[in-house]
């Protein structure tokens, strides 16, 4: 055999031998795999989904709009790895076919299919819901950033013009006589303080009045009497005199009295307040008795707005505020006022509570029993609250969600604690920080009612019920 043939012969061996080690090596690492994959097809997938949505679903074999088969899907797809914080701890059982129903022990659903469970690292991504891209831009869902915002809410009430009863007077004399004659004979007449009403006879009045003069000229006929005797008289003098004034007579009567040095035949009575007349039961001729009621008289330069604000309007309202009134009679005027009092008590029937309205009234327009509307700045409280929009908010009934925008098609309803409500927004107390964004614009959720549900399921599902935290403030924002 000559050199070269020898040398070819060695390279044909090494190449050989080569080739059955690495032939070797490649058989041990695709045998493990390829004996999987007669295991694999021999199991029965849970279910099979969409290949480019995996919320849609079907129980058997199925291909998309565009042809394309739906993937099948096993036990193992759906756990494939702990997931970070997961436990071994078994929550409950959803379905598998992701509608809104769980189980607290295993069962199989009306196809036999086995529930999956939920464990404790999982139960916060199964509450979120999951939409693709294109849908969310193909549905206009909108959302907005939650944030501290001012709220003011304009209040507007009815209610009508009412005395001041604290300006309301009455001409009652506190002992018994006639009426001689009237000098202000028409009720609703505009008087001024200390015009004359009417003058009055009193036998009673004429007694004191002469007692009065009998002591005083008793005390000057003891100028040279004892010390004793004068201080008696003096006393019978000041209790005489103090007499008459207790009876509210006037100090130009007393006057006239003491300068005439004789008594007053008739009293004239005068007005204590200008205003207008309410009430005049005086007739001349007419006996009255102490205390009777002879003239009612109003000072109407102020006056009271009596409104009917409902109870959800209630937290609204302040005592000073300020507020603007237009009186139906005067649609070209504006009123300035403010809140003077708030009544204690509600009325059933209408479920509204009285507020009374301050009213200055110089020039007589504000006449009692005409009708007007309130309106009530509400609102500018010293620390903004953070707000929600009310198109944001989903009301069960039971309770009150949001959907909070978590990115990439995901959103995670929440529930949420409101406050008080105003210009489309409602204050956040419980359940959302300043800054996440809130879906605001949510007609997706028809299409996506199923998922909405399992995910609304989810969070009242076997454990302990989550409660809204309280609302995060930024107070950077303030």
Known sequence: MTKGSIAWLMVAVLLGAG??????????QLTPHTAELPARAEKKPLYYRHPMNPKVTSPTPAKDE?????????????????????TDRILYYRHPMGAADTSPVPKKDEMGMDYLPVYEGEAANSRQIAITPEKVQKLGVRTEAVAIRALVRNVR???????????????????????????VNVTGQAVRRGQPLLDIYSPDLLTAEQEYLIARDGLAALREGSVQARATAELLVKNSLQRLRYWDIPQEALDRLESQGAPLETLPLAAPVSGVVLEKPAVEGMRFMPGEVLFRLA???????????FEQDLDWIRLGQAVQVHINAYPDKEFAGKIGFIYPTLAPETRTVKVRVELSNPQGLLRPGLYGSVTLAAG?????????????VLDSGVRKLVLVEKGEGRFEPREVKLGRYADDYFEVLAGLSAGEKVVTRANFLIDAESNLKAALD??????EPESPQ?????HGGH
């Open 470 to 474: 309280p609302a995060a403030h930024q």
């Open 458 to 463: 989810s969070l009242a599902a076997p454990g």
């Open 380 to 392: 500018g409280q010293p620390e903004r609250p953070l707000a929600v929009p009310d198109s944001a």
């Open 19 to 28: 080739l059955g080690v690495g032939g070797a090596v490649l058989f041990q």
């Open 299 to 309: 000072d109407l330069g102020e006056v009271w707005l009596l409104a009917d604000v």
């Open 157 to 183: 009430v009815l209610g009508g013009i009412q005395i001041d009863e604290r300006r309301v007077h009455a001409v009652a004399p506190k002992f018994e006589g006639w009426v001689q004659r009237l000098h």
């Open 66 to 86: 565009m042809g394309m088969d739906f993937i099948p899907v096993y036990p193992e797809d759906l756990n494939p790895q702990a997931a970070p914080g997961k």
